[in-house]
């Protein structure tokens, strides 16, 4: 199982920018995707996730101004991210708990992650 996640960059604060995180490879269910995030010298952090029924959970620093979606024919998650501010500058990391075959066990597959700097 592989995910490729896609979409950060540079923006001004203020700003705007959508993370697409596929999924992809021996996939018979996934259960939770989330995004993760880790900023120079700090901890990985949680910034969202979402089971696949569509429940989503935020960080507080998130609430209100990032959106966490998925598709779940296309293996996909994605996360809307708006009024961008510098604290928010970090490597984004998505990730899936993955189940490949029927009755088998989850295992939680990561990202190669992706860079989102926001600028003052």
């Known amino acids: 199982v592989q995910l490729q996640a896609s979409g950060g960059g540079l923006v001004q604060a203020g700003g705007s920018l959508r993370l697409s995180c596929a999924a992809s490879?021996?996939?018979?269910?996934?259960?939770?995707m989330g995004w993760f995030r880790q900023a120079p010298g700090q901890e990985r952090e949680l910034v969202a996730r979402i089971i696949s029924g569509g429940s989503a959970n935020y960080v507080d620093s998130v609430k209100g101004r990032f959106t966490i979606s998925r598709d779940n024919a296309k293996n996909m998650v994605y996360l809307q991210m708006n009024s961008l501010t510098p604290e928010d500058t970090a490597v984004y990391y998505c990730?899936?708990?993955?189940?490949?075959?029927?009755?088998?066990?989850?295992?939680?597959?990561w990202g190669q992650g992706t860079q989102v700097t926001v600028s003052s």
């Open positions: 490879g021996s996939i018979f269910s996934i259960n939770v």
């Open positions: 990730n899936a708990d993955v189940q490949s075959r029927a009755s088998g066990p989850f295992f939680r597959y």
